[in-house]
């Protein structure tokens, strides 16, 4: 009996060193992002985006370290649902990987707006508004604008009136297209029209005229489900964004890339 017993213990025992193994944080946690500036920009840069940084520095404090890859957006995506060169995502909306694993506390937020040339007299209202923009509007794939533009997007009833890009050069893409007439609109975060006015004023950001904006939405940091230790670092990176001197911390970083009038 006594055997028994101690025959038992051990494979508990084994079988919960195996559990604790199995959910070990892996060092380096590996992220995947993509040239959005300047939120993430360049990971080897002197600047390398407000995300960056600060999720740099939650993982410092945890001892945690971490790597980031940049790549076209989609591909981003399709590497961290692999789990094997990517574990998730630096930032990322539900509906741009469902089956993520999201942080219940935002990181920041963005705010989706319409641009166009000055003599564009169209602007954005409210949905209804979408049905009567001039000619065609450019986005980048596989992005998650929010409501009610993802659908619009989505529709198969819109695809004459549309045009999406791919790749790191999106945007600028984007904005030689605005400025060939190939695309009358094009969908960009505010943040980053002004960014990129102020650091690399070139004459098709500054031809950039705002026709209106979406409703400011949060984003947030996401990990492959499949990931044994997933949840774990889910829970430790929840604490770290809800707490007070950490979001401090967030909006010092902003205001160094934004200016205390954008931040």
Excluded at 16 to 42: F, G, M, R
Excluded at 92 to 108: C, D, K, Q, T, Y
Aim: hydrophobic share 40%; with cysteine.
């Amino acid at each position: 009996m006594r055997s028994s017993l101690i025959t038992v213990f051990f494979i508990f025992f084994a079988f919960t060193l195996e559990a604790k193994a199995q959910q070990t944080i892996p060092s380096p946690v590996k992220l995947a992002t993509t040239d959005w500036c300047p939120y993430s920009c360049d990971p080897k840069g002197e600047k390398p985006g407000i995300v960056q940084e600060y999720i740099r520095n939650l993982f410092a404090k945890n001892e945690l370290s971490l790597e980031i890859s940049s790549l076209p957006w989609n591909r981003a995506i399709e590497t961290a649902h692999s789990g094997d060169q990517a574990h998730g995502l630096l930032t990322a909306v539900r509906s741009e990987a469902p089956s993520f694993l999201f942080s219940n506390n935002p990181i920041m937020s963005y705010q989706v707006c319409f641009y166009g040339p000055e003599e564009t007299e169209w602007r954005y209202r409210n949905s209804a508004d979408l049905s009567s923009f001039p000619g065609k509007l450019g986005f980048i794939a596989s992005y998650g604008y929010g409501k009610p533009l993802d659908e619009f997007l989505s529709s198969p009833s819109n695809k004459s009136k549309i045009l999406e890009v791919r790749g790191l050069t999106a945007l600028n893409r984007l904005m030689k297209m605005l400025s060939a007439d190939r695309i009358q609109l094009l969908v960009a975060d505010r943040n980053i029209i002004s960014w990129l006015k102020v650091s690399k004023p070139h004459p098709e950001v500054l031809a950039l005229r705002e026709k209106g904006c979406l409703t400011e939405r949060p984003f947030y940091i996401a990990f492959n489900s499949t990931l044994p230790w997933a949840s774990e670092i889910i829970s430790i990176l929840d604490r770290e964004l809800a707490a007070p001197e950490n979001q401090k911390i967030r909006a010092e970083i902003s205001e160094a890339y934004l200016g205390p009038a954008l931040n």
